[in-house]
């Protein structure tokens, strides 16, 4: 079992930078990947950014991309979300999630994740 803690969130200004954490613990993974994923109100559960256990391959949306970098911390079970000049349209519930394996799976894909964490919120006021 993997137990996920998101931290982070917050109420801030466009154009403002929030960091965002997820710490695991419980089983760990040597392959595989760790994910962002964010959720607003009435839409579907959205793809943000993923780090692979192994190796600095790092994957982003392209509504983030310049704007977030994604890294771990290895000896600390953590990955980071740095996400920089925030829009109102970040406003969202962030999510961490882990895929055990991302072998044949997309990784964009939420349902490539079996691990979440219960969300940060993110508010981004105009």
């Known amino acids: 079992q993997v137990q996920l803690v998101e931290s982070g969130g917050g109420l801030v200004q466009a154009g403002d930078s929030l960091r965002l954490a997820c710490a695991a613990s419980?089983?760990?993974?040597?392959?595989?990947?760790m994910g962002w994923f964010r959720q607003a109100p009435g839409k579907e559960r959205e793809f943000v950014a993923a780090?692979?256990?192994?190796?600095?391959?790092?994957y982003y949306a392209d509504s983030v991309k310049g704007r977030c970098t994604i890294s771990r911390d290895n000896a600390k079970n953590t990955v980071y979300l740095q996400m920089n000049s925030l829009k109102p349209e970040d406003t969202a519930a962030y999510y961490c999630?882990?895929?055990?394996?991302?072998?044949?799976?997309?990784?964009?894909?939420?349902?490539?994740?079996?691990?979440w964490g219960q969300g940060t919120q993110v508010t981004v006021s105009s």
């Open positions: 780090i692979r256990w192994s190796g600095d391959i790092t």
């Open positions: 419980g089983r760990t993974f040597s392959s595989g990947a």
């Open positions: 999630a882990v895929a055990p394996t991302v072998f044949r799976r997309i990784i964009v894909s939420p349902e490539t994740y079996a691990y």
